[in-house]
Structures are given as structure tokens and as C-alpha cells.
């Protein structure tokens, strides 16, 4: 029997609702058969209401299949405004997160594929610090099932997606307990997969790799930090923050959006490049394919990673971001056309 999904539907600020409601058009496109319900939460939403997210957020959050959210907009003034993005990452306790970067031809800076795994709940972004007589403390946690749980989901994903090669990265020669930890158990784990190459990478060579050879990297783990600044990285070699999209994933629950952030200063315009958010639409479909064996879904999200690359690599229909003058309306539209040719050949 064919499933019929549940899909949470987090629009988001700034540019959240165009760029959300672009990659929804183009899932209706594509024909996938859901319920898509709304979650409602965001800084825009607490102006209006009074509070971050909507009553009961969780509750109907943890019954969906997956979520495809745009971006939430925490501002760096108001200290009393907790980051909604981390109150969902711990709630929903989505550990792993996941971006891929695939060069578009004609358009990135180099020819590669590979993929950053960034251990998401631990690190310095448990926010535990302070101030004690003029020096300022932060507390760096790497807890030994936190390592083991993110390098498994690093060979699970390599061996499910065809790569070779895990490669943790860490600063080990400097930070010899916490991440001498989290490379120890990355080893550990890696007998088990004794048919992919674990190798490891020093946290800067790692970024001079991702510019120099990025072609020679398959998947990287990394603790939060590191994981955080390579990824921004790995989106300029892409070409643009407004390519790129990611994958929270939980035990129970995985949450998709883009990598970029708000944008305020292009919100309402119908300017915002939707490719990002579209890009997390066709990671979600991949995980709906796996969590759920619906092979459907599988050829689905492959058919949309092709009209993706074939309408960005035309190098026309192209947002102001990457140097074009169309409208977000009009990529979507380019895609459409694509998806229906594809279905049609
Ligand atoms: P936030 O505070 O939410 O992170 P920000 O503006 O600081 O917002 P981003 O939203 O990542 O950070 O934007 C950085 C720059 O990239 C901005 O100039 C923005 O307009 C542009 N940008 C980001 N995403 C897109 C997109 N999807 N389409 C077009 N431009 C984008």
C-alpha cells in the first residue's frame, strides 16, 4: 500500500515562507502524496503572538514523518530571545547534521562530491560558559556515545550512498582529550566497516583540502564547531549559500532546511533563490525513501537532483544571488518544466 506521508511545514522568517512555498510547489509537481501541516514558530511569530512557537509545537512536530523548515531569524540584540533553531535541534534531538556539496558544472569553483556529518548537540554549542575576574570560560563537551553515535551515522550514510572514504576531522594534536575522544571512538567504530577507508584530517588542512582538493574528499565527520565553519566553506566552493541544503536527522525525526539564513534584506521581493530549500525538499525525499523502503520516492528525489543541476548548470534562469535577474517564481517554473520533460521521456 502506497504511504500517504505527514509533512511538518515550518515557513519560517525573512524569506522562509517564498523560498517554503517554492519547494512545495515543486513536491506537488513531482506528485508526492502527503498531508502537509503547518508548524508555526519563528521571530515573527513571537512578535505577533508573544511567544516562539505556537502551543503544543512538539506534540504535533514528533507525529510527522519528516519537516521541511525554512529559516528562523534569532536576533543577536535581544539576549532574552533564545535560538529556536537550537530549542528544536534539542527537543526533537536531532544529532547529526548532514550537507552535502555536489559542484554544479560551468558554475563552481572545482569538480567534487562529498559530504560534512556534523555531530549537532555537543561541542561548544551546549552554551555553558561565563566570566570569572576578566576571563571568560567556555565548556567543550565531547561525551564518548555522542562520538560513537555521529561516526556511526558517518558509515551507515557512506555505505548507503556509494562512498569509500570517511575522513574524521579534529585537532587532536592540540585538544588531546576532547578530541583525541572523538577521533579514538571514530576508529573504534570504523572496524566495523571494514570495507570503507577511515582516514583522518587535522581541522585546518581540512579547510585547505575542501580549496585545494576538495575532489579527493567522500564523507567527513566532525564535531559541532569545526562541522559549522567548514560547511560555510564547502557552500562557497559550491558557488552560493543559496545552492546548498541540509538534513537534521534524529532518531525518530529529521528536519530539512537550507543553509543560508533569513535574508531579510531581500524578504517580500520574490528575489530569494529557492534552490537551497528545494535542495532540503530532495534530501527529505531520500530519507522518506530509506525510513519508509518506498522506491517511488528514491526515483522521485534523483529525477529532482537532475532538473536541479540541469536548470543551475544552463547557467540562464538564474536568481540575482548567482549573478541572474529572474524572479524566484520563474526558477520553479524552469524546474517544473524540467521535472514534467523527465516524466514525459
Ligand atoms: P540570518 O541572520 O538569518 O542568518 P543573514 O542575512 O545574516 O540572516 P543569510 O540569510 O545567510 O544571513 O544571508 C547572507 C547573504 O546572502 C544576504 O545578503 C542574503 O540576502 C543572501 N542570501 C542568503 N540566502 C539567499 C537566498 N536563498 N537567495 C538570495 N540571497 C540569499
Not at 187 to 209: G, H, L, N, Q, S
Amino acid at each position: 500500500m502506497v504511504k500517504r506521508y505527514k509533512i511538518g511545514v515550518l515557513k519560517g522568517d525573512g524569506i522562509g515562507p517564498e523560498i517554503v512555498d517554492a519547494a512545495l510547489h515543486v513536491l506537488n509537481a513531482l506528485g508526492i502524496d502527503a498531508e502537509f501541516v503547518e508548524l508555526r514558530a519563528g521571530y515573527e511569530y513571537y512578535k505577533r503572538f508573544g511567544k516562539p512557537l505556537e502551543e503544543g509545537f512538539f506534540d504535533v512536530a514528533k507525529k510527522m514523518d519528516a519537516i521541511l523548515k525554512g529559516p528562523l531569524y534569532t536576533p543577536p540584540h535581544e539576549k532574552e530571545f533564545k535560538s529556536i533553531n537550537i530549542l528544536i535541534r534539542k527537543e526533537l534531538d536531532l544529532y547529526a547534521n548532514v550537507r552535502p556539496f555536489k559542484s554544479f558544472k560551468g558554475f563552481s569553483l572545482k569538480d567534487f562530491n562529498f559530504v560534512i556529518v556534523r555531530e549537532n548537540s555537543e561541542d561548544v554549542y551546549v552554551g555553558i560558559e561565563g566570566l570569572f575576574k576578566g576571563t571568560a570560560i567556555s565548556l567543550r563537551i565531547i561525551t564518548y556515545e555522542g562520538a560513537k553515535r555521529i561516526a556511526e551515522y558517518a558509515f551507515s550514510y557512506a555505505k548507503k550512498n556509494g562512498f569509500k572514504k570517511v575522513t574524521v576531522v579534529h585537532k587532536a594534536n592540540v585538544l588531546k582529550i576532547s578530541d583525541g575522544l572523538f577521533r579514538d571512538v571514530f576508529f573504534e567504530v570504523a572496524k566495523r566497516y571494514p570495507d570503507i577507508t577511515a582516514e583522518e584530517i587535522i581541522v585546518d588542512t581540512a579547510a585547505y583540502t575542501i580549496v585545494r582538493n576538495p575532489e579527493r574528499l567522500g564523507v567527513m565527520v566532525t564535531p559541532n564547531l569545526y562541522g559549522d565553519i567548514l560547511s560555510d566553506l564547502a557552500a562557497a566552493m559550491v558557488g552560493s549559500l543559496g545552492l546548498c541544503g541540509s538534513a537534521q536527522i534524529g532518531s525518530d525525526i529529521a528536519v530539512f532546511e537550507p543553509v543560508h539564513g533569513t535574508a531579510p534584506d531581500i524578504a517580500g521581493k520574490g528575489i530569494a533563490n529557492p534552490i537551497g530549500e528545494i535542495e532540503a525538499a530532495k534530501l527529505m525525499l531520500y530519507y522518506l525513501y530509506e525510513k519508509f523502503d518506498d522506491a517511488d520516492l528514491h526515483v522521485k528525489a534523483k529525477n529532482l537532483d537532475k532538473a536541479i543541476h540541469t536548470v543551475v548548470e544552463d547557467l540562464k534562469i538564474l536568481t540575482p544571488d548567482l549573478g541572474g535577474t529572474y524572479k524566484t517564481v520563474d526558477v520553479v517554473n524552469a524546474l517544473v518544466k524540467v521535472l514534467n520533460s523527465e516524466i514525459h521521456s
